[in-house]
């Protein structure tokens, strides 16, 4: 399979180091591949560098949030048909995902297995 139909890595979006690398580590280790970044500025420049096949995002965080991020990829088509899982400790988390219109939502503090399993049927759906 060429590079370019091959599919996009997931990218992983948190300001928090420990999270974002615990997340990428572990969808390493399921089989994904994975983009990361701290911040919604770095996530756009990635999503126009290559499609990602799936994003994992955080909401709060400087720079960019994970709101301004979705507005902007979705403005630009950049993430058109791209399945989002959110994960965050926004208190009206649920209410939020549903206004985004992601394919997910996962609290903070999560269970790691949990965040694979609706990571992996977001992709799944998206295919």
């Known amino acids: 399979?060429?590079?370019?139909?091959?599919?996009?890595?997931?990218?992983?979006?948190d300001d928090d180091d420990t999270i974002r690398e615990t997340v990428a580590e572990a969808?390493?280790?399921d089989g994904f591949k994975v983009a990361t970044a701290r911040n919604g500025?770095?996530?756009l420049a990635l999503?126009?560098?290559?499609?990602p096949s799936g994003i994992v995002l955080d909401l709060m965080m400087p720079i960019m949030t994970g709101w301004q991020f979705l507005e902007r990829c979705r403005a630009s088509h950049?993430?058109?048909?791209v399945p989002v899982v959110?994960?965050?400790?926004?208190?009206?988390?649920?209410?939020e995902a549903a206004r985004l219109g992601v394919k997910g939502c996962i609290a903070k503090p999560f269970d790691l297995d949990v965040l694979l399993g609706a990571?992996?049927?977001?992709?799944?759906?998206?295919t």
């Open 86 to 95: 959110v994960m965050s400790a926004y208190s009206k988390l649920p209410e």
């Open 41 to 43: 500025a770095e996530a």
């Open 119 to 126: 990571i992996e049927r977001a992709v799944q759906r998206a």
């Open 1 to 13: 399979m060429s590079e370019a139909a091959s599919p996009g890595p997931i990218l992983v979006v």
């Open 47 to 51: 999503v126009r560098e290559r499609r």
């Open 27 to 29: 969808l390493v280790l």
């Open 78 to 81: 950049l993430c058109s048909g």
